[in-house]
T-cell receptor, first 109, second 114 residues
Framework: QKEVEQNSGPLSVPEGAIASLNCTYSDRGSQSFFWYRQYSGKSPELIMSIYSNGDKEDGRFTAQLNKASQYVSLLIRDSQPSDSATYLCVISGTYKYIFGTGTRLKVLA | DGGITQSPKYLFRKEGQNVTLSCEQNLNHDAMYWYRQDPGQGLRLIYYSQIVNDFQKGDIAEGYSVSREKKESFPLTVTSAQKNPTAFYLC?????????????FGAGSRLTVL
């Protein structure tokens, strides 16, 4: 079992729809959870961080964390073509960051 | 503006050559990291440094070397012992060596072996 699992996609959604990206992880001791966006050929940039169970909202983005189910998700409301990218789920414990392989999102105009 | 500068952006290496990738940060971060990204794979940790003059091997350190003589700088050398070095290399930093901190990335260096 991979430490961090994401569906590689592509996940295709129409413009204006909600995109739902999911991630599961294996280490119950994980404490910090991040979503990064990576455009093709570019470096990752932080979208959201979440540290406790529940929802965290920032503009069009909502991160959801369920530690009991070892599940973290990212919702993107009112998806735009500019949101088309690969989204990386990152889990960390004491000091080590574990990266998922990413979900490729395509927002269709 | 604070950030991480990686150079060169593109680099070509011949068989048997060592090459060095530069990483400089002006964020006053203590921790610095080198990752390798290959298509279809997650980022893999090569080396990390929590403090000046100290660094630790990551998951795929073989064929690589680093130094941390200054807080701002964490260069990575890809040696001839690295058999498959073609990849996208990312330098990152965090304010302190705690997994709770956000990682900030440089723009990356793409290495191609000729």
């Amino acid at each position: 079992q991979k430490e961090v699992e994401q569906n590689s996609g592509p996940l295709s959604v129409p413009e204006g729809a909600i995109a739902s990206l999911n991630c599961t992880y294996s280490d119950r001791g994980s404490q910090s959870f991040f979503w990064y966006r990576q455009y093709s050929g570019k470096s990752p940039e932080l979208i959201m961080s979440i540290y406790s169970n529940g929802d965290k909202e920032d503009g069009r983005f909502t991160a959801q964390l369920n530690k009991a189910s070892q599940y973290v998700s990212l919702l993107i409301r009112d998806s735009q073509p500019s949101d088309s990218a690969t989204y990386l789920c990152v889990i960390s414990g004491t000091y080590k960051y574990i990266f998922g392989t990413g979900t490729r999102l395509k927002v269709l105009a | 503006d604070g950030g991480i500068t990686q150079s060169p952006k593109y680099l070509f290496r011949k068989e048997g050559q060592n090459v060095t990738l530069s990483c400089e940060q002006n964020l006053n971060h203590d921790a610095m990291y080198w990752y390798r990204q290959d298509p279809g794979q997650g980022l893999r940790l090569i080396y990390y440094s929590q403090i000046v003059n100290d660094f630790q091997k990551g998951d795929i350190a073989e064929g690589y070397s680093v130094s941390r003589e200054k807080k701002e700088s964490f260069p990575l050398t890809v040696t001839s012992a690295q058999k498959n070095p073609t990849a996208f290399y990312l330098c990152a930093s965090s304010i302190s060596p705690s997994g709770a901190n956000v990682l900030t990335f440089g723009a990356g260096s793409r290495l191609t072996v000729l």
